[in-house]
């Protein structure tokens, strides 16, 4: 697989223009293959181990997404955009899901179980070892949420990542908690609003000196 040809500046366009969006156009809709690519960008998000400790909830219906804005402050991008992402991590993640990911990686690059189980134990003392299994898992889901992000930026897709809302309400409104996973942070995407004043607005960044330091 040869390396993307993105230039250096049309990767800093994307994020310059990129910015966390307040008001959507509801009347727009992410085209199919696009929103395809950006669940892949999800999938493919990386994690520690390869573990993918999260799976990501797109909630569809819009009468559960007018629940969800209750739980959520009222913040209107989450019936206004397009997509509305739930990125959850998975509970109490314990040796059975290390040996389900060892299974995956034998199918997927044919090699043997036995070949992988040094690495499994590696992964299980260190799962045995981390206080908070579940911090873990839910510091990692943001590195897929990142990828979400600069994934749609890159594509013109306008995103707004939502901490301000109630995740036990979620977990019940969405019935997570029976399937083993906990909401962890939300991503409202879609075509911003004209009326949006933030869109307009220069971005307010600390110069690159101030917080890029050369050791």
């Known amino acids: 697989m040869t ?8 990767v800093l366009d994307a994020l310059n223009w ?14 199919t293959d696009t929103w395809s690519a950006l669940e892949q960008s999800l999938v493919l998000a990386p994690s520690s181990f390869g573990l993918e400790p999260w799976k990501f909830f797109v909630v569809d219906d819009t009468a559960v997404r007018a629940k969800l804005l209750e739980a959520s402050w009222k913040q209107a991008q ?23 990911a060892m299974a995956r990686t034998a199918e997927v690059r044919d090699a043997s179980l036995e070949s992988l189980q040094g690495f499994g134990n590696v992964i299980k003392n260190f799962m045995k070892n981390v206080p908070d299994v579940d911090g873990w898992s839910t510091r990692q889901t943001y590195i897929a949420l990142g990828q979400l992000m600069v994934s749609a930026a890159l594509l013109g897709i306008d995103t707004c990542p939502i901490e301000g809302f109630m995740p036990a309400q979620y977990d019940e409104i ?5 399937m083993g996973y906990h909401s962890v942070v939300v991503c409202a995407a879609g075509y911003r609003s004209e009326a949006d004043k933030y ?17």
């Open 3 to 10: 390396a993307p040809n993105f230039s250096s500046a049309s």
């Open 18 to 31: 990129r910015y966390a969006t307040k008001m959507f156009d509801a009347s727009k809709k992410i085209p």
């Open 78 to 100: 989450v019936v206004e955009a397009s997509h509305l992402v739930v990125l959850a991590i998975k509970t109490g993640l314990s040796e059975a899901d290390v040996d389900r």
């Open 174 to 178: 969405l019935g997570l908690s029976e």
């Open 199 to 215: 869109a307009h607005l220069p971005k307010v960044r600390f110069p690159v000196e101030d917080k890029v330091q050369h050791i």
